[in-house]
């Protein structure tokens, strides 16, 4: 299985500092996704990051990936109170191009 | 353009039942994907519909079973609903139909409640 897992399963920060989740991945990859739930809703797109790609930015996000660790990590930069919201990585390999998500962290940003 | 469209937003059912759940994908997009979200177990795969056919499947079983119409739209079927079923049951559909290239656009979800 190419299932992922997100650390941490939780993070409480304060509004204005940054926040680092990661993601773990079991097998090559051909890219991964980075997706945000708010509460019971569906999941947005954030940013794909391609396999032979080791950094990519929009606005307040930072994404790496290493390829040779098999993790990823998304940085966001002076955080917000709606930033709060479920954070899940998808990552996607081999032949058949689906999308395999891990279990999320969840943040929760404090005003 | 009008985002993806899932009806209901909330079911509730008990067990033995059957029921349909429906996804309107944003227009001109020819990929939908059904996933099942349970707090213990997260995000899970079901199933990828793509010009009418299905061409991904995730590992449940058989009581899961979906479709896609010529004009996109998806539903998907569960029979014989077990408890275990209760979930928040999420659609997303996609241009171009490459998981791992395109960016999925997720409707707001179904919430199916097994008593």
């Known amino acids: 299985s190419q299932q992922g897992e997100e650390d941490p399963q939780a993070l409480s920060i304060q509004e204005g500092e940054n926040a680092t989740m990661n993601c773990s991945y079991k097998t090559s990859i051909n890219n991964l996704q980075w997706y945000r739930q708010n509460s019971g809703r569906g999941l947005v797109h954030l940013i794909l990051?391609?396999?032979?790609?080791r950094e990519k930015h929009s606005g307040r996000l930072r994404v790496t990936l290493d390829t040779s660790k098999k993790s990823s990590s998304l940085l966001i930069t002076a955080s917000r109170a709606a930033d709060t919201a479920s954070y899940f990585c998808?990552?996607?390999?081999?032949?058949?191009?689906?999308?395999?998500f891990g279990k999320g962290t969840l943040l929760t940003v404090n005003p | 353009k009008a985002g993806v469209t899932q009806t209901p937003r909330y079911l509730i059912k008990t067990r033995g039942q059957q029921v349909t759940l429906s996804c309107s994908p944003i227009s001109g997009h020819r990929s939908v994907s059904w996933y099942q979200q349970t707090p213990g177990q997260g995000l899970q795969f079901l199933f990828e519909?793509?010009?009418?056919?299905?061409?991904n499947k995730g590992n449940f079983p058989g009581r899961f079973s979906g479709r896609q119409f010529s004009n996109s739209r998806s539903e998907m079927n569960v029979s014989t609903l077990e408890l275990g079923d209760s979930a928040l049951y999420l659609c997303?559909?996609?241009?171009?139909?490459?998981?791992?290239?395109?960016?999925?656009?997720f409707g707001p979800g179904t919430r199916l409640t097994v008593l």
């Open positions: 998808g990552n996607s390999g081999g032949s058949n191009y689906k999308l395999t």
């Open positions: 519909y793509f010009s009418e056919t299905q061409r």
């Open positions: 997303a559909s996609s241009l171009a139909g490459r998981q791992d290239l395109d960016e999925q656009f």
């Open positions: 990051i391609r396999s032979n790609e």
